[in-house]
């Protein structure tokens, strides 16, 4: 069976950092050549994609507010993909998900909470 598992979020001050996870498991040839993807839902507001990672080897972020601070990166031989937050505002506090898209279907993670809080 299919599954995503986020890890590394929490707390982080103002200006600080976090990398999450995502680790994929029951997909069939892993994740090499699979597109993942992070999105990322704040209270109140909807659902946003921050980064994704195409299965041609493209990293790609979205949106402005997070160029040149969120990076996405995959290692396909431990089916994990990861997102590097730098210099954290509070605006990206939020649940993080993590997405596969796979013969046409959309994966989701459980999601994982992110704060950013002095």
């Known amino acids: 069976q299919e599954q995503l598992v986020e890890s590394g979020g929490g707390l982080a001050q103002p200006g600080g950092s976090l990398r999450l996870s995502c680790t994929a498991s029951g997909f069939t040839g892993g994740i090499s050549v699979l597109t993942m993807s992070w999105y990322r839902q704040a209270p109140g507001l909807k659902r946003e994609l921050v980064a994704t990672h195409t299965k041609f080897g493209h990293a790609v972020n979205y949106p402005r507010s997070v160029q040149g601070r969120f990076t996405i990166s995959r290692d396909n031989a431990n089916n994990t993909v990861y997102l590097q937050m730098n210099n954290l505002k509070p605006e990206a506090t939020a649940v993080y998900f993590c997405?596969?898209?796979?013969?046409?279907?959309?994966?989701w993670g459980q999601g994982i909470q992110v704060t950013v809080s002095s």
């Open positions: 997405t596969v898209i796979k013969d046409a279907s959309t994966y």
